[in-house]
Each structure stands twice: as structure tokens, then as C-alpha cells.
T-cell receptor
Framework: ETGVTQSPTHLIKTRGQQVTLRCSSQSGHNTVSWYQQALGQGPQFIFQ???????GRGNFPPRFSGLQFPNYSSELNVNALELDDSALYLC????????????FGPGTRLTVT | GNSVTQMEGPVTLSEEAFLTINCTYT??????LFWYVQYPGEGLQLLLK?????DKGSNKGFEATYRKETTSFHLEKGSVQVSDSAVYFC??????????FGKGTRLSVIA
């Protein structure tokens, strides 16, 4: 069984640019959540996708947006990058009816210069 | 709102020492509580969980008991190993809200 995978592993962008991060959920999982983990901090919830619709959002501005595809994979898009967007971005998937169970990917390390 | 407070690290222990990482929470309703672990270069992994008061979660020698009267969920292990070196997160889930993470405690175990 393949776990949650994320790509790319590392990314360096310049302030003002746009970035797309990708996540493949674990087989059979239909809910995907995205988190931002700043250095030395715990992950902060960005948003969650279920059945291709946003299903809850944390305290992040609209320039953070996402998509979920019919195969339950997901993208996180960030526009107009700021220096403070530098962080580890984590994706987690959950099985049907398993909101208590979140399985995390290894993350994408984004550096904004 | 819901929140988690865990002891700040880093914590450095010798192999076979006893480990306690304190965690207290604030939540409305009856939350579920978790400990997640993040090994160097890897994603977060669920270590253990407890879904109601007085439940004890356990895994890989780690234990934590859900104490409603003290709103605590302290992580303990009787004898740590070098391979336990990681960052540990206390996490809360309540109602329809998303997971709420503590800031994490870095543990280093030296041989």
C-alpha cells in the first residue's frame, strides 16, 4: 500500500512568484488536508478537501488556494509569495469516515527569497 | 478556542533514561488527543491516541493517559533509545474543527 506522497521535495522561489505543490493521497482515502509548518512550530491547518470541494479553512489569506481531483490527489497553490511563506508544507489524507485518522506525507520544503 | 500547550525543548536524555513530555489542552466539548512524532527528514507519524477520558494510548513503549480533571495528556516512556530522537507533537481534535498541534518538543537521546 503506497502512503501519502508529495512533490517536489524542495523548492526555492522568489518573492512575488506563484507555486504549486502536489499531493497524492493514500489508496482509498478521499479527504486531503494541507498544513503549513514554520521552522520550530507545529503545523497550522490551511484547508481540507473532500469530494473535490473545500471543506474547512484555517486562518490563511485567499492567495492560498487548492484543488482536489477525481482520484483524490490534491494541489496547493500559493500566489504572490511572501518571505513568511517559507515553511514545510504537509499534506495528510484520511479514509472515508476516518476523520480521527490523518496520514501525513513527508512534506515539501518551500524557501522564498 | 481550542489550544495545546506542551513543554518546550529541546530535551536531551541519556539512553535508558525515563522520558516525560508534558502536554495540557484547552477545548470545548470532549476532544480526542494524539501524540505525533516527526523523525528527521520524515513526515509526521501517529504515535498514539486516546478518544475519551481515562483512556490510555500506548505504542512502541510510549504511553499517555487522557486526564480530563487536569486537562492533560503527558507522554511517557520508561527507557528511551537513541532511535527515539525526534520531534514530538501533542495534538487535539474536537468537534468539526481541524487538528490543533502544539509547538513540538525536540528530543535528543545520546548513547
Amino acid at each position: 500500500e503506497t502512503g501519502v506522497t508529495q512533490s517536489p521535495t524542495h523548492l526555492i522561489k522568489t518573492r512575488g512568484q506563484q507555486v504549486t505543490l502536489r499531493c497524492s493521497s493514500q489508496s482509498g482515502h478521499n479527504t486531503v488536508s494541507w498544513y503549513q509548518q514554520a521552522l520550530g512550530q507545529g503545523p497550522q491547518f490551511i484547508f481540507q478537501y473532500y469530494r473535490e470541494e473545500e471543506n474547512g479553512r484555517g486562518n490563511f489569506p485567499p492567495r492560498f488556494s487548492g484543488l482536489q481531483f477525481p482520484n483524490y490527489s490534491s494541489e496547493l497553490n500559493v500566489n504572490a509569495l511572501e518571505l513568511d511563506d517559507s515553511a514545510l508544507y504537509l499534506c495528510a489524507s484520511s479514509p472515508p469516515g476516518g476523520r480521527n485518522e490523518q496520514y501525513f506525507g513527508p512534506g515539501t520544503r518551500l524557501t522564498v527569497t | 478556542g481550542n489550544s495545546v500547550t506542551q513543554m518546550e525543548g529541546p530535551v536531551t536524555l541519556s539512553e535508558e533514561a525515563f522520558l516525560t513530555i508534558n502536554c495540557t489542552y484547552t477545548a470545548t466539548g470532549y476532544p480526542s488527543l494524539f501524540w505525533y512524532v516527526q523523525y528527521p527528514g520524515e513526515g509526521l507519524q501517529l504515535l498514539l491516541k486516546a478518544t475519551k477520558a481515562d483512556d490510555k494510548g500506548s505504542n512502541k513503549g510510549f504511553e499517555a493517559t487522557y486526564r480530563k480533571e487536569t486537562t492533560s495528556f503527558h507522554l511517557e516512556k520508561g527507557s528511551v533509545q537513541v532511535s527515539d530522537s525526534a520531534v514530538y507533537f501533542c495534538v487535539l481534535l474536537s468537534g468539526n474543527t481541524p487538528l490543533v498541534f502544539g509547538k513540538g518538543t525536540r528530543l535528543s537521546v545520546i548513547a
